[in-house]
């Protein structure tokens, strides 16, 4: 998208509307030169893992990046 939008960063609940709107429009932008990501969903900061149920774990794992050293 030469001078125009190259990226667009979803960042919508983790509900049912939510992903249905984050799939609609990334399907939507996909016809275009658009990179289409979504934020990562996890773990609150300073929260224990003891009070994470499975889906926030999986969430977390998958939204997990790469540490720079």
Partial sequence: AKGGIYEVIIALGTDVEGDATSHYLAKRLA???????????????????????????????????????
């Fill in 31 to 69: 016809k275009r030169d658009v990179e289409v990501s979504r934020i990562a969903h996890g773990l609150p900061a300073g929260t224990g893992l003891e009070y994470a149920d499975e889906l926030t774990l999986s969430q977390a794992l998958e939204g997990r990046r790469e540490l720079e050293v």
